[in-house]
C-alpha cells in the first residue's frame, strides 16, 4: 500500500467517506514529522484522532502538528497545533539528496517546493554566481551547490531563525565554500554588497518580489543575466493565470524602464487559494 493509499485509509476510518477525501491530500511529511493541513472550518484539535493513528501506523513519523489555514508575517511562518507524539518541532528534513535542519514554528518550510529547488539548481550553469534573495532555511541555495556547480550562492534571510538554521545545513551539506550565508533584509544586503556580481538572482517571495526587482536588477553583472520571479497571481473569470503573470511582470519591467528581456517560461507551482496562483516567471535581461 503507498502512503497515499495509507493516509486516504487512515482518514476515512477515522473521519468517515466524506472527509476522507479532502484530508488525506493535506497531510505533509517534514522528516519525523506530519503536519496536517486543517481544512477550513475545522477545530485543528479535532484532528487529534487522525494525528494518533498515523503516528501508530507510519512507523518513521514521530510527531503530528496541524497548520492552521495561511502564512503569516514577514518571516511567512504558519501557525501550528501540536497533536500527537513527542512535543517538538525541530527535525530534518531531506530534499534531493540535502539534509535540512528546520524547526516547523520558527522558520518557512514547504516539501510542495520540492521540483521547483532542483528545477531551478539544473539551470544553474558552472562558475555561476547566483543571489538567493529570500532563502529561508537554505533549501534553493544548498540544492544548488550540491547538485549544479556555482562559484558562488550567496543566500541572504531576514528570519534570525532561518539565518541560523542555513547557517547550520550549510556545514550539514559541505557546501561552506560555495554558499555565503547573510542576515538581513534583501534590499539592503544587496545594495551593501552585492552590486553588479550575480549571473542569477531568485526572488521565491511572491509578497515582495515585485517591489524588490530593482534591487535584484541592480545584483545583475552589468544587469545582465537570469532573474526567477515568484507571484500570486489572482485571476478574474476568463482571465487565464499565464498571461496575468506575464502582464504583471511586463508592466512592472517596462515601470523599471528595462526593455530588453525575454520571458523563457512561466511556470504554475501549485494554487494557494481561490483563483489564487502561485507562478514562476523565468525571465533573461
Ligand atoms: C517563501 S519563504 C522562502 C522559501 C525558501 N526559499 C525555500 O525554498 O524554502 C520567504 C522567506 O523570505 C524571508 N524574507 C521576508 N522578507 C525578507 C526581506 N525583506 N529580505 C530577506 N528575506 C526576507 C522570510 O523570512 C522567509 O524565510
Redo the contacts with the bound molecule.
Keep these: 500500500m503507498t502512503r497515499g493509499e495509507l493516509l486516504k485509509q487512515i482518514a476515512r476510518e477515522v473521519m468517515g467517506e466524506e472527509y476522507a477525501e479532502k484530508l488525506w491530500r493535506r497531510i505533509e511529511f517534514i522528516g519525523d514529522i506530519a503536519l496536517i493541513r486543517t481544512p477550513l472550518g475545522l477545530d485543528p484539535l479535532e484532528l487529534k484522532p487522525v494525528a494518533e493513528e498515523i503516528l501508530k501506523r507510519i512507523p518513521y513519523v514521530k510527531t503530528v502538528w496541524a497548520a492552521i489555514p495561511g502564512v503569516e508575517g514577514?518571516?511567512?511562518l504558519r501557525k501550528n497545533v501540536w497533536l500527537a507524539g513527542e512535543q517538538r518541532s525541530e527535525t530534518i528534513y531531506r530534499e534531493h539528496g540535502c539534509l535540512f535542519k528546520v524547526d516547523i514554528n520558527k522558520?518557512?518550510?514547504?516539501p510542495s517546493?520540492n521540483y521547483?529547488?532542483i528545477r531551478i539548481a539544473r539551470l544553474v550553469k558552472p562558475g555561476e554566481v547566483v543571489v538567493?534573495?529570500?532563502?529561508?532555511?537554505g533549501?534553493?541555495s544548498i540544492i544548488i551547490a550540491k547538485h549544479s556547480k556555482p562559484s558562488r550562492v550567496y543566500s541572504?534571510?531576514?528570519?534570525p531563525y532561518?539565518y541560523e538554521y542555513m547557517v547550520e545545513n550549510i556545514k550539514l551539506n559541505n557546501v561552506e565554500d560555495v554558499v555565503i550565508p547573510l542576515l538581513?533584509?534583501?534590499?539592503q544586503?544587496v545594495e551593501e554588497k552585492l552590486v553588479g556580481v550575480a549571473d542569477r538572482v531568485?526572488m521565491?517571495?511572491?509578497e515582495?518580489a515585485l517591489e524588490?526587482l530593482s534591487t535584484a536588477l541592480k545584483a545583475l553583472k552589468q544587469g545582465r543575466g537570469w532573474i526567477h520571479v515568484y507571484l500570486h497571481v489572482f485571476t478574474e473569470k476568463g482571465e487565464h493565470w499565464k498571461s496575468k503573470a506575464e502582464k504583471i511582470l511586463v508592466d512592472k519591467l517596462r515601470e523599471l524602464k528595462v526593455d530588453d528581456y525575454k520571458i523563457h517560461q512561466v511556470r504554475k507551482i501549485r494554487n494557494v487559494g481561490p483563483r489564487t496562483h502561485q507562478v514562476v516567471l523565468d525571465v533573461e535581461v
Excluded at 107 to 110: A, E, F, P
Excluded at 156 to 159: L, P, R
Excluded at 184 to 187: L, T
Design positions: 514577514e518571516y511567512r522558520v518557512y518550510i514547504s517546493l521547483e529547488h538567493n534573495m529570500f532563502a529561508g532555511a533549501l534553493f541572504i534571510d531576514i528570519n532561518a538581513g533584509d534583501a534590499k544586503v531568485l521565491p517571495y511572491p515582495k524588490y
